[in-house]
């Protein structure tokens, strides 16, 4: 064989090699919400869930309040028990590992600080459990993202 044959035939090869699919699972670039990426645990607990779902209360504030109430995160309507909402988050990093530097974030964010996220009707559930969500978001633990 010939060098240049030689040459053509390996870089023909290299082209072949680089461009197989080789069972390499590809990540394509995405534009979808941050919060697809981060496989985020379910925070609640079965029953306030299971409660609060039949039948489903409509509207933008009453399913996540209804699950606030029935979990014993809510003083009244419109005050959190930061003690309990603090102990739920805690016990909940305990069963998921790496979540823990997240849980401290969405504390320190969520529950030590007053914060509102500005639905159209106030919602302390809302406010809260949003604030958490993004907190979680913020810090996800390596093995939990997934884009």
Known sequence: MTIMFKLLL???LFIIITNAD???????VTLKPLSACCD?????????????????????CNDIQCAFEKSG???N??????????????????????WTIA????????????LRQYLDIPCKAY????CTGISLLKKCPT?????
């Open 22 to 28: 080789l069972g390499a699972k590809r990540k394509d």
């Open 73 to 75: 995160f809510l003083k």
């Open 143 to 147: 093995q939990a993202w997934k884009c």
């Open 127 to 130: 406010d809260v459990f949003t």
């Open 40 to 60: 985020i645990p379910e925070l609640g607990d079965p029953t306030p869930l299971s409660e609060c779902s039949n039948p489903k209360p409509t509207g933008p």
């Open 10 to 12: 390996f870089a023909l």
């Open 103 to 114: 849980v401290n974030r969405a504390i320190e964010d969520c529950v030590d600080k007053d």
């Open 77 to 98: 309507k419109d005050t959190l028990d930061k003690e309990a909402y603090k102990r739920h988050l805690r016990l909940w990093a305990e069963k998921h590992e790496g």
